[in-house]
């Protein structure tokens, strides 16, 4: 392994695990490296820059979040993607399969690279119906655009195809999970819930993603017909954080 600029010395000859869990094999390349990347579960490439290098990288195997200077994309296997040099870029695989374990991922993440304590979360819609789908994919669901329009009209056609569309038929959960680490590896981790039905077409502009699509239980006003502080008063964050500050701060 190279000490200095290894972009410009590693020969690629044989795969190089970059970092924990990412590895590079190089293509080819010197003033232009160009490299199929691999990642495990979980695992970052931080802040860096290539100052002397163009960089073309091919997704081989997993998922990953790339952040170049103040734009991030998901990138997934076939995905090819190039970093001109001088710009400063990450990368972040988040691969849990569960709310939980996508919160203590991220947490992890930052905890470790900022040797402080770090607070991360992740969130989603689980539709009954759906086998709690999107779940942990609800901000893929929406797409490169986030275009959460298209995002509900998928759940609409998917509860139709399955027939689903008594109010009984169409129960879903939005779910917030916190996580907070600290540097040594410690991490509290917590999970809220509220529970309600999928109406369509839907109702109201308030708040965001699914919110105009889901009717909690008892109420009469979806997410996206309620104040911010109506909703704010029974969501699935405010359960986790009441939680999480119960257990965390005694409050």
Not at 42 to 59: A, F, L, S, Y
Request: aromatic share 8%.
């Amino acid at each position: 392994m190279p000490d200095a600029s290894p972009f410009r010395t590693w020969s690629g000859r044989e795969p190089w695990e970059f970092v924990d869990g990412v590895h590079l094999h190089a293509i080819g390349g010197e003033q232009v490296l160009l490299c199929q990347v691999r990642y495990e579960p979980g695992k970052q490439v931080p802040w860096h820059v290539h100052e002397d290098t163009e960089q073309v990288m091919i997704i081989t195997d997993g998922e990953v979040d790339m952040t170049i200077e103040d734009e991030t994309a998901t990138l997934k296997a076939g995905d090819v993607v190039v970093v001109n040099r001088g710009l400063h870029h990450k990368l972040f695989s988040e691969t849990g399969v569960s709310f939980i374990a996508n919160a203590e991922l991220k947490a992890r993440a930052a905890a470790d690279g900022a040797a402080l304590p770090a607070l991360a979360d992740d969130s989603g819609l689980a539709v009954t119906a759906l086998d709690g789908a999107p779940g942990i994919n609800s901000a893929r669901w929406a797409g490169p655009a986030r275009d959460f329009a298209d995002a509900m009209a998928r759940i609409e056609r998917d509860l139709q195809a399955r027939g689903a569309t008594a109010p009984a038929q169409r129960g879903a959960r939005f779910v917030c999970a916190l996580s907070l680490c600290w540097p040594d590896g410690h991490c509290e981790s917590f999970e809220g819930s509220v529970a309600g039905t999928l109406v369509w077409p839907p109702r109201g502009s308030n708040g965001f993603g699914y919110d105009a699509m889901f009717l909690p239980a008892g109420k009469d006003l979806t997410f996206g017909e309620m104040t911010p502080a109506d909703k704010h008063a029974i969501s699935h964050r405010a359960a986790a954080f009441r939680q999480l500050t119960g257990a965390c701060f005694g409050r």
